[in-house]
Nanobody
Framework: EVQLQASGGGLVQAGGSLRLSCAAS????????IGWFRQVPGKGREGVSW????????YYADSVKGRFTISSDNAKSMVYLQMDSLKSEDTALYYC????????????????????WGQGTLVTVSS
C-alpha cells in the first residue's frame, strides 16, 4: 500500500522558515513524481514544487521561486520542502503527493491529478 505522511507545519512569523517533511512508503522515487501542493479554503489547489521522475526536472511555482527548496532522500524515502522568507500568503494546508506517471498533470477544473495524496499539514504565517 502506498502511503504519504506529511509533517512539519506550524505557526511562524513572516520572514521565518519551516521545513516540511513527507515520509513515503510503498513507492520508489525512481518511478514516481513526488511533490508538494497547497490549498487555502475556498480556493483551488496550487502546485508548489515537485520532482519529476520522468526527466528529473524540478518545478517551482513562480510564487515560491527563490524562497522554497525541494529535496529528496531516496534511501530514507523522504521528500522535504524547505520554506524560507515566508509570507502571509504562504498560509495554507500543504499536501505531499506522488504519481506513477512520473509527472503531475492538470486535469479538468484546474486541479492536479496524483495517484496518492498524503494528509495535509497546516502552515500559518503571521504578519
Amino acid at each position: 500500500e502506498v502511503q504519504l505522511q506529511a509533517s512539519g507545519g506550524g505557526l511562524v512569523q513572516a520572514g521565518g522558515s519551516l521545513r516540511l517533511s513527507c515520509a513515503a512508503s510503498g513507492i520508489s522515487f525512481d518511478d514516481y513524481a513526488i511533490g508538494w501542493f497547497r490549498q487555502v479554503p475556498g480556493k483551488g489547489r496550487e502546485g508548489v514544487s515537485w520532482i519529476s521522475s520522468s526527466d528529473g526536472s524540478i518545478y517551482y511555482a513562480d510564487s515560491v521561486k527563490g524562497r522554497f527548496t525541494i529535496s529528496s532522500d531516496n534511501a530514507k524515502s523522504m521528500v522535504y520542502l524547505q520554506m524560507d522568507s515566508l509570507k502571509s500568503e504562504d498560509t495554507a494546508l500543504y499536501y505531499c503527493a506522488a504519481d506513477s506517471s512520473g509527472r503531475f498533470s492538470i486535469i479538468a477544473g484546474g486541479d492536479f491529478w496524483a495517484d496518492v495524496w498524503g494528509q495535509g499539514t497546516l502552515v500559518t504565517v503571521s504578519s
